[in-house]
């Protein structure tokens, strides 16, 4: 049941065929979504299919916005122990509740902020085995929150997130980061999310409905699959569209029209 | 019109004046903007490995690609950059341009992993770019060290300025950008920007220090309407494949030449063709049905030939509202042409005719209540 409804969120991700080796690694992912419509779900989905028994995958999942029990409990829902992966070192959480970046550029010191969370993420990937064959994802939740712990400082956000990008290259991981679209779509120039778009490999909107609320559709997810391969100067934007509708344990995605 | 720039770059700059600046300029609704650029530089670089090129070498200073990037870019089109004689250097801003990495070793229990060993001969890590000075330094060190010294000159290829714009005052950057410019060993030079991502004034000041501005736009704009929206959704989606590639040139003499073109990527790369006419592009959109949905070009002319009945003219005269009685004059006229023709043919340059019967003549025009009053008649 979980595999079918998903379907159509893991085709668009290329998550429908084999994951190992895992089909995201080097690549960046970038989730918009909206006070209506949270993506969440798309977080906690490729979370859940990254710890598949299935794959060797490891993940490190930085937290701004929930302690570990929440996702924990979120997870079992969707028939993931968090706690066992955790235990069996293919899950690492790192709780950014508490962190509070001193002010000021200069103050900006190794010992903490985003320097020393870099830094921490490094060392935990050089400390896999085998580090090369791992398939490593790094997940963000969320970059609106990473910004109010750097005292509002996009662009030291920025900085972690080019940090973060030589980590795919470097290692062939992959990063996934959740924004909120409305929190910065109303200023003049929007430069922090569309900074992320510009990076991003594959992008996914969460969005309401045009036609408003409803009771059998939570919103629409739109996923822009860019699919370049600029090794060879080549790019296959795809981009795909359909609804959703967050359960209990699962989410069923659907074309419009076609509940079910 | 791409090759013309690249041939421009290629030619690079006469004495005494500065050298050629390429401004490849995108925004979020037709990103292309990486795409031209690797173009350009995998063109550049061929002309430098011919010997056919002005300058002697070309240095890649990558903000926002590893060095490797480039490196298998070139591979692929050919260009061994490592074997290459050493003509190419790649100046590595995107490693670790804040010098994260060595702060935190100097705190201790952190090792950084040596990668990228190989590309050591020809790529160097730059740990600080929050100072133009420096970078400008490293650039024309780089540069004159590909190149040796007397009259050889170098190419610079700035894969980002935005990230530059990020790290420094725009004031800062376009002084860079202009003593690159000026410096009597520059050859060319080009740079990417994402236009959206910036206040207009610093768009325009990096096209003031430029000679060619290319600027990316989508080849259709989407209706402001919501993304669910299936017509607009293959908007987008054509919109990421193709877009309209415009080039402004300044020449020496001051006279400014516009051209337009249509860029396509694909699998194979990038292309580009001329500019096509709306129809053709607009072929692809429209739906397959049974039935014709589109005008043949006779249809077009006669449809925009038609004249509105209350449509002003503009011609002086006051306005006829023909409203559908004939006066007795004309009705005596048309009885004696009404029996040689039933249809109004239109003999002279096609114009088009409304014509109207009224259902019956006994019928009074609407008295009291002018539905048209509120209009302006």
Known sequence: MNQRSSNLLDEALG?????????????????EDQVETSGSFVLHHILKRSLSP?????????????????????????????VTQRDNNRFFFFDMLMLQCPGGDEGISPECGLIALYGKIYKTIVALPEVSSKNVTIIIDDLSLMEVAANGSSDYVLDFMHYCRTLTTEFDCSLIALNHED????????????????????????????TGLASDVHGQLTVLNKGMNYRQGSSRNKISNFHFKVKENVVECFYPGSQG | MAESICRALRDGALEGEHAPALTIKDSIASPFGFHVFCHVLSQLSSFILAGKSQSGGLVVVSFSR???????????????VVSSDKRIQILDCYSDPLGWKDRLIEAGNFTALSHEA???????????VKHMDKLYNSIVERGKGLIGGGKNRFSVAIDSVDEMSRHASTSSVAGLLSNLRSHDQVSSIFWLLHSDLHEA???AVLEYLSSMVTSLEPLHQPANGHRGDLENLSLIEHNLKKGKFHVRIKRRNGRVRVMSEEVHIEQSGISFTSLSSEGAINQGLVPKVQFSLELSEKERIDRANVVLPFEHQGNGKPIQIYDGRRSLADS???????????????????????????????????SDEDPDDDLDI
């Open chain 1, 15 to 31: 998550l429908d065929q084999s994951i190992e080796p895992w089909p995201l690694r080097g690549r960046i992912v970038a989730i």
């Open chain 1, 54 to 82: 299935n794959s060797s995958n490891v993940s490190i999942f930085i937290a701004f916005s929930q302690p570990f029990s929440h996702y924990d409990r979120v997870l079992r829902k969707l028939g993931c122990n968090l």
């Open chain 1, 183 to 210: 929190i910065y779509s109303s200023a003049d120039r929007p430069t922090f999310l569309l900074q992320m778009e510009y990076l991003a490999d594959i992008l996914i909107k969460a969005e309401p409905l045009a």
């Open chain 2, 66 to 80: 590893s060095p490797s990037f480039y490196l298998e870019l070139l591979k692929n089109k050919g260009i061994d």
């Open chain 2, 118 to 128: 190989s590309n050591s001969s020809t790529a160097n890590v730059l740990k600080d």
């Open chain 2, 201 to 203: 004034r610093v768009a």
């Open chain 2, 332 to 366: 005596k006229h048309e009885r004696q042409v009404a029996a040689t023709e039933k249809v109004q043919t239109n003999e002279d340059s096609g114009g088009g005719e409304i014509i109207y019967f009224r259902d019956s003549d006994d019928e009074m025009p609407d």
